[in-house]
């Protein structure tokens, strides 16, 4: 692995199932992010996790979870998909502890089309 | 609130100039980050300002002015595979990023 990876790349899912999204970093980055991205928004930040262990929330976190068990790992959890989450999700990692230089650096990108 | 503003898209010419502006308000400020996005891709680092002033990396530079809540991207002697969204991102007080919708560059021969 190198750099940040997520599963799966898209997947088209029913209004009502429950979904994961995976992230896994292999830079040993201690902060990890996940944003979705919409045609005419900017990214928004839907949880982050500054440290492994700890987690909160971002601009948009409702109907998300999320876990950090250890550093590597970073998923996301869609309880009850709608179809207000279709989007492109993308996990993101960074050195972090608040340094001002911190720089996120990007996974490829799950799209989500929840009908 | 906060916001960041950017044009929603540009067009320019292959090997000329063209500089992408970006204006915010935020509560704090903690840096300043250029990223490209390619179409289907994933966002790719492209810059960070802290300091007043330009930061320069190849065909790319970085303008900043904190006291006018402004910067702009500076992309010199244009490629086609320059062609893609450019995103502005500020950190604000509490080091969270918070992104701009991006200016879509489209690149003519």
């Known amino acids: 692995i190198a750099g940040i990876t997520q599963a799966p790349t898209s997947q088209i899912l029913a209004a009502g199932r429950r979904m994961t999204l995976r992230c896994t970093q292999d830079m040993r980055h201690n902060a990890m992010y996940w944003y979705r991205q919409d045609l005419g928004l900017g990214l928004r930040l839907i949880h982050y996790s500054n440290t492994a262990g700890t987690t909160g929330k971002g601009e948009v976190p409702d109907g998300y979870s999320v876990s950090r068990a250890n550093t590597d790992d970073f998923p996301l959890t869609l309880a009850s998909a709608v179809p207000s989450q279709t989007s492109v999700y993308f996990c993101?990692?960074?050195?972090?502890?608040?340094?001002?230089?911190?720089?996120?650096?990007f996974g490829p990108g799950t799209r989500l089309t929840v009908l | 609130g906060q916001n960041i503003d950017q044009p929603t898209e540009m067009t320019a010419t292959e090997g000329a100039i063209v500089q992408i502006n970006c204006t915010y308000q935020?509560?704090?400020?903690?840096?300043l980050f250029w990223y490209q996005q390619h179409a289907g891709e994933a966002p790719t680092f492209l810059s960070y300002?802290?300091l007043d002033g330009l930061e320069e990396k190849g065909r790319f530079s970085s303008f900043l002015s904190r006291s006018k809540g402004y910067s702009y991207l500076l992309l010199k002697e244009l490629q086609m595979k320059d062609s893609a969204s450019y995103l502005c991102?500020?950190?604000?007080?509490?080091?969270?990023?918070?992104w701009g919708a991006g200016t879509k560059l489209i690149i003519k021969p």
């Open positions: 300002n802290v």
């Open positions: 991102a500020v950190m604000d007080s509490n080091y969270q990023l918070i």
């Open positions: 935020t509560s704090g400020f903690n840096g």
């Open positions: 993101a990692s960074s050195e972090g502890q608040g340094a001002s230089t911190d720089t996120q650096y």
